[in-house]
């Protein structure tokens, strides 16, 4: 029901910064938990963060923690991921994902029902 673009994709450098976005369409993404998802070249999706509908519950993955922040940006209809110090294993396609069952299960990709196309975010090193 919702539609998800993600933007904010490009190539960094080992200790640099990326901002991406997922914006919703056609529903009020603030009614959705969201998750951002990321897999490089032969391997699995993995689980990256996830924040809850009213914003204040996040989870992350221990790859990313205390350097990704995940956030609502509710006037835009979007939820941020702000990646800081980024390293060459964060290389990934990254996804968001949304779901509107509260219940879901936060890190697992096949509990959301709705994926945006992905951005590339390359970091050299």
């Known amino acids: 029901q919702i539609h998800l673009v993600e933007s904010g994709g490009g190539s960094v450098q080992a200790g640099g910064s990326l901002r991406l976005s997922c914006a919703g369409s056609?529903?009020?993404?603030?009614?959705?938990?969201v998750g951002w998802f990321r897999q490089a070249p032969g391997k699995e999706r993995e689980f990256v963060c996830a924040?809850?509908?009213?914003?204040?519950?996040?989870k992350y993955a221990d790859s990313v923690k205390g350097r990704f922040t995940i956030s609502r940006v509710n006037a835009k209809n979007a939820v941020d991921l702000q990646m800081n110090s980024l390293k060459a294993e964060d290389t990934a396609v990254y996804y968001c994902?949304?779901?509107?069952?509260?219940?879901?299960?936060?890190?697992?990709?096949?509990?959301?029902?709705?994926w945006g196309q992905g951005t590339q975010v390359t970091v050299s090193s």
């Open positions: 994902a949304a779901d509107p069952v509260r219940s879901v299960v936060y890190d697992w990709p096949a509990s959301y029902a709705n």
């Open positions: 924040i809850n509908t009213n914003g204040r519950g996040t």
């Open positions: 056609g529903r009020f993404l603030s009614s959705y938990v």
